[in-house]
């Protein structure tokens, strides 16, 4: 009843309203402090700060895993602590660091738990969860495996997949990738932002990483000791506006922070360097890029190199139009031949460009700030 209540709000998304909230906990301790704050519907709202300043409280505060002390929180125009506890858990997605899954429970029916807790046949609910699978960019035939066969970047996605299964309105998001390696955390976050692109939810999510904000936040709140909020605000005035020391001590230096808030749209690219099982006798004194038959980057050549002997693999590619200048600044580190990769959103390559493409969005970025 809950889940059919929060849903039919917003097809997908509402407000999360935070009225005067407080928690202070049995020895005395102050966790949440006369708390303020709007999350908007639709948008990805991040809570970052210091270890104990209270942001893993103000989140399970939400769905009622902390009740509070004061104040009250609403989801949509429901008033939280007047919903049935564990129907409202079932209408809001919940992801946790290394996904929380059930060992004993294939992947299909990870996913399909609160589906079918909700009345929803089982059959049905697997069908459903086999398409989440797809919807998270992960195989379908991985539903028949346990959660011990799956990498730990594969498990958060299914822990995603699953928050999704009831079409929740709100997603809660408790520091999710802080587990994986860095490479896995930034596919992650991508492929997070691509299905934020495609379902729109209201997502709340808990990190301690400040360049982790920045590149998923619509809006951030920056917590600070004693559960009060510092700055809640967007990234760019987060960067550019620090209301005091401790922000801007905080979002450190801004300098490459500001390329995960720059775009890719327009920017220059070349094909002249790409390389096909047909071309493999051009530009024999410079690196190129192996494409395969699907245009597909399979790897660098070195100057000198035919095809058909062992590729240097490419190790980071970027969407232009959707993926922010950062990742082209990574694509270029991390390419044995100093170029980043542009492919569109199906992974085909568009062509290559270097840093120097990024001078014209910073000169005009630096004009924008005075800096």
């Known amino acids: 009843m809950t889940a059919k209540i929060l849903a039919s709000a917003h097809d997908g998304a509402v407000d999360v309203v935070f009225e005067k909230v407080s928690k202070r906990f049995p020895d005395g301790t102050l966790g949440v402090d006369n708390v303020d704050l709007t999350c908007d519907a639709g948008r990805i709202t991040v809570f970052v700060g210091p270890s104990g300043c209270g942001k893993t409280t103000s989140l399970r505060m939400i769905n009622r895993m902390i009740e509070p002390t004061d104040g009250r929180i609403l989801i949509g125009d429901n008033d939280a602590a007047g919903l049935n506890e564990s129907e409202l858990r079932r209408g809001i997605g919940y992801v946790i660091q290394n996904a929380g899954l059930f060992p004993h429970r294939n992947i299909l029916d990870n996913i399909a738990t609160v589906p079918m807790l909700l009345g929803v046949r089982r059959n049905a609910a697997r069908l459903e969860a086999a398409e989440l699978l797809e919807r998270v960019g992960l195989d379908p035939s991985l539903g028949r495996k346990y959660p011990y066969q799956l990498s730990g970047g594969q498990q958060q996605r299914v822990g995603v997949a699953r928050a999704l299964a009831a079409n929740p309105p709100v997603l809660l998001m408790d520091e999710p990738f802080s587990a994986v390696d860095p490479v896995v955390r930034l596919d992650l976050q991508n492929e997070l932002l691509r ?25 951030i709140v920056v917590f600070q000791k004693g559960g009060t909020i510092a700055q809640a605000d967007t990234p760019e005035k987060l960067l550019t506006q620090p209301v005091n020391a401790f922000v801007r001590d905080f979002t450190g230096d801004s300098g490459v922070k500001w390329l995960s808030l720059m775009g890719t749209a327009g920017l220059s690219i070349s094909r002249e360097f790409l390389s096909t099982a047909h071309s493999g006798s051009t530009h024999t004194d410079r690196w190129r890029l192996a494409v395969d038959e699907a245009n597909r980057a399979a790897g660098w050549l070195r100057p000198g190199q035919p095809h058909g002997t062992e590729l240097i693999p490419c190790r980071r590619t970027f969407v232009i139009g959707a993926d922010p200048m950062r990742s082209v600044l990574d694509s270029a580190l991390l390419s044995p031949a100093g170029y980043a990769v542009a492919v569109d959103a199906d992974g085909v390559v568009l062509g290559l460009t270097d840093i120097s493409a990024l001078e014209p969005s910073i000169s005009a970025h630096r004009e924008r700030v005075n800096v």
């Open 195 to 219: 299905l934020q692109r495609d379902i729109g939810k209201t997502i709340i999510f808990v990190t301690h990483d400040m360049d982790e904000a920045i590149r998923l936040a619509d809006h």
